[in-house]
């Protein structure tokens, strides 16, 4: 037998287990610290996701589809990642969300957490300033992974 409790996610009212809910509150508390102003949006996701996994009638979430939320949503070492000193998304990757070309520079900008605008100037100016901005722009296209999980469906 175990211990169901009931919270609220993003205004919708769950039952879930009780191990389930000390992971995701340990999840949700270190993106809470480490993602202020996206944290609504990944709630409301993650709410989303767990509504869409339970069954009729007595909704329940378990350890395993809180498991499998966290990592379909990049969250899955999180907190691991957060207790040991380092940001949770400190690999850099291209964005293929936000591209232009590629994604690299919308990849340098969420790695740097600037505008990937600013970033798209930089190799402008690279270009014409000084001719290295597009050899350096598809060098890092080549170099840098594609964020997996990450395009559109």
Not at 88 to 117: A, F, H
Request: aromatic share 10%; hydrophobic share 40%; net charge positive.
């Amino acid at each position: 037998m175990k211990k169901v409790v009931a919270i609220h996610l993003s205004g919708k009212l769950f039952q879930i287990e009780d191990n389930a809910y000390q992971k995701l509150d340990e999840v949700l508390s270190q993106v809470k610290l480490n993602d202020r102003k996206n944290f609504d949006s990944i709630e409301a996701a993650m709410a989303e996701e767990f509504n869409n996994r339970v069954e009729p009638g007595p909704k329940v979430i378990t350890f395993q589809m809180v498991n499998e939320v966290l990592e379909v949503k990049g969250l899955l070492g999180y907190s691991n990642r957060a207790k040991q000193g380092r940001e949770p998304y400190s690999r850099l990757y291209r964005n293929t969300r936000d591209k232009v070309l590629g994604g690299v520079c919308s990849g340098l900008g969420e790695y740097w957490e600037t505008d990937p605008i600013l970033i798209r100037l930089l190799f402008i100016v690279l270009f014409f300033g000084f001719g290295t901005g597009l050899l350096l722009y598809i060098i890092m296209w080549i170099v840098i992974p594609k964020k997996l999980g990450h395009e559109h469906r």
